[in-house]
């Protein structure tokens, strides 16, 4: 499996190389209008691409990533660095700074030394994660060699920060959407909600202009069935992806269960 160049919760990391198989044959342009860690446009690797998200600091790590890989990666180095040297105040500080500022360049260094590495904000947008105190973060070198990887892949892709709406405003009969969106019923634990009805028009709207979309959309995880059935007439097939462990849940309970989550297809 392919490394994580930014680690969010709900990554479709895991699910990602059997997501794709279901990819249609032939498509235009791809949208991807609630990136989050971008697993599914690092698996499909398209020529081109219009990203989204509602996190604005988070489309501007995105954006850093594509432009100006050594710099984010330098950045890096010297804030590690100064960690490994001075110890926690420096952890502290950049994440004032982070706060202050929203630079991508110690986002970057605050999510990969944070507790289990969850980016996580408080209601303001502020960070609000502490130091993990047991381990040191990925080494300035390895994550170097992810970065410009992860760089290379992304060269045809924009990115927005904008509600989904607006991201995939411009596609075209033939092109193809990947959603993702926030778990409706753990609304409030990603950034930002989306209002369901609001959601089933949208998917009206791009059935009735020819656009293919790709849903993940709901989890039976473990005893609790978490399916919400999307009205039929807005789909085509509805399929069950096994998607192994939910980190999330292994996070909050200290348990692992097995997770199926369906994938709605409109062709
Ligand atoms: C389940 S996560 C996507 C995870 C992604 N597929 C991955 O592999 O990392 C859902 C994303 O939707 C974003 N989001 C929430 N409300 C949104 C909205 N109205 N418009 C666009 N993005 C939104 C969140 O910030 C979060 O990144």
């Not at 605050?110 to 381990?135: P, Q, W, Y």
């Not at 092109?175 to 778990?183: A, C, E, K, M, T």
Request: proline share 5%; with cysteine.
């Amino acid at each position: 499996m392919f490394k994580p160049v930014i680690k969010w919760s709900g990554s479709k990391r895991s699910q990602a190389a059997r997501i794709k198989e279901y990819l249609p044959k032939e498509f235009n342009r791809y949208y991807e209008p609630f990136i989050g860690g971008g697993s599914m446009l690092y698996a499909i690797n398209p020529p081109d691409a219009v990203c989204g998200d509602i996190c604005a600091p988070l489309i501007d790590l995105w954006n850093e990533i594509k432009r100006d890989p050594m710099g984010l990666s330098e950045a890096y180095r010297q804030h590690w660095t100064k960690l490994q040297t001075e110890g926690y105040q420096a952890y502290y500080e950049i994440r004032d700074d982070f706060n202050r500022t929203r630079s991508p360049e110690d986002l970057l260094f605050l999510s990969r030394t944070c507790v289990n590495g969850l980016i996580r904000f408080n209601a303001n947008g502020d960070f609000n994660n502490s130091l993990h105190h047991t381990r040191p973060g990925i080494s300035p070198d390895s994550l170097e060699k992810i970065i410009l990887d992860w760089s290379e892949h992304i060269q045809g892709a924009e990115f927005i920060a904008a509600d989904y709406t607006v991201t995939t405003e411009s596609a075209q009969t033939g092109d193809l959407i990947y959603l993702d969106p926030p778990y409706f019923h753990t609304k409030g634990r990603y950034y930002g909600a989306i209002n369901f009805d609001a959601f089933l028009t949208y998917l009206e709207h791009l059935n009735s202009k020819g656009i293919k979309y790709m849903l993940s959309f709901d989890g039976i995880r473990g005893e609790d069935d978490f399916t919400i059935e999307l009205p039929k007439e807005l789909y085509r097939r509805h399929e069950f992806i096994p998607s192994g462990n939910s980190s999330f849940k292994k996070v909050m309970d200290k348990e692992s269960v097995h997770v199926l989550e369906s994938l709605y297809l409109n062709w």
